[in-house]
């Protein structure tokens, strides 16, 4: 019984884990914290796109993976997926911050949950998108390559723990 309740366990909060991670970084990026929300923002400060950060998650990942010949069409229907959600995710948010620097659009408190739940769904929906072709361009990695993906995705950085 016990080991039943592992098997089911494991895949949901590696799930949950996930949407925690993509969420985490959306937001940091994002800046919208409740210190900032009542200062006035220049409209010089530069947010950096999901396509951008995307594009750099995609370098780091091949960087470090050392991707085979017989890997590149999985690699490339991964990266196929990253880039469409990223772009459905700045199309998502750039209408809002776009209105939001020329001051146009000032959103409430229950309009910005709104927003938040959006975003969220969002999110989930792309991992959903996601995990299948994740799936199979790691069935595919050498167990070396397992390994410094699993870092990655742990620490953020390839080598490198966050703690001390």
Do not use: C
């Amino acid at each position: 019984m016990k080991r039943k309740d592992y098997q089911v366990a494991f895949p949901v909060i590696l799930v949950v884990v996930m949407v925690a991670f993509l969420s985490t970084i959306f937001f940091a990026s994002a800046n919208l914290s409740f210190a900032a929300a009542g200062k006035k923002r220049s409209s010089a400060v530069a947010r950096t796109s999901a396509v951008e950060h995307t594009e750099a998650q995609i370098k780091q990942l091949q960087g470090a993976l050392n991707i085979t010949e017989a890997q590149k069409e999985l690699w490339n229907n991964l990266t196929q997926v990253m880039r469409e959600n990223a772009k459905d995710m700045d199309a998502l948010t750039d209408t809002y911050a776009k209105e939001r620097a020329e001051g146009t659009k000032t959103l409430n408190s229950v309009e910005r949950m709104k927003f938040h739940s959006q975003i969220t769904k969002a999110h989930l929906d792309q991992l959903e998108k996601l995990i299948p072709p994740f799936e199979a361009f790691y069935a595919s990695m050498t167990d070396q390559q397992k390994n410094i993906t699993d870092i990655i995705f742990q620490t953020g950085r390839h080598g490198k723990s966050k703690r001390k």
